[in-house]
C-alpha cells in the first residue's frame, strides 16, 4: 500500500472515533433529560473505548503510518470495530435488567479486549525510538 492509504488509517480511526463522542453525548444528554443513570457504565464505555481509545489509536497510527500497516492494526481494528457495538448493545440489555444478554456480553468483552492486545502489542513492537 501507498503513503496515500497509509495515511487514511489514522482518518478511519479518528472519524470512526467522533461517532462514539456523538453518541456517548447523546447517551450522557439522554439520561440527565430523564433523570435516569441506569446506563451510565455504557455511556461510559462509548466514551473511553469508542471516543478517547479510538482517537488514540488514530493518533498514534497518523503518526507511526508504518504501525498502520500491520497485521496486528489490522486484527486491532476489526476486533473492535465489530465487537464493541455488540457489547455496548449488550452491557446495555443487562443494564436495564435482561440479563439473558450477559453470555453475549462476556464474548464481547473478550473481542473487545483481544482487540486492545492486538494494539498494545503492536505499539510495543513497531514504534521504535528515531
Known amino acids: 500500500m501507498g503513503t496515500n492509504s497509509q495515511s487514511q488509517a489514522g482518518i ?3 472519524k470512526i472515533a467522533l461517532i462514539y463522542l456523538l453518541v456517548g453525548i447523546g447517551i450522557g444528554i439522554g ?3 430523564k433523570q ?3 446506563l451510565a457504565p455504557v455511556h461510559a464505555h ?3 473505548l469508542g471516543w478517547a481509545t479510538m482517537a488514540l489509536a488514530g493518533l498514534i497510527y497518523s503518526v507511526y ?3 498502520a500497516q500491520t ?3 489490522k486484527l ?3 476486533l473492535i470495530n465489530l465487537a464493541l457495538p455488540v457489547m455496548l448493545i449488550a452491557l446495555s440489555c443487562v443494564m436495564l435488567g435482561m440479563l439473558q444478554a450477559a453470555p453475549v456480553l462476556a464474548i464481547a468483552e473478550i473481542f473487545v479486549a483481544a482487540g486492545v492486545l492486538a494494539f498494545a502489542a503492536n505499539v510495543f ?3 521504535k525510538k528515531a
Open 12 to 14: 478511519i480511526w479518528l
Open 31 to 33: 439520561m440527565g433529560a
Open 36 to 38: 435516569n443513570f441506569a
Open 46 to 48: 462509548v466514551n473511553l
Open 65 to 67: 503510518p508504518h504501525a
Open 71 to 73: 497485521t496486528l492494526a
Open 76 to 78: 486491532h481494528f476489526w
Open 125 to 127: 513492537l513497531n514504534l
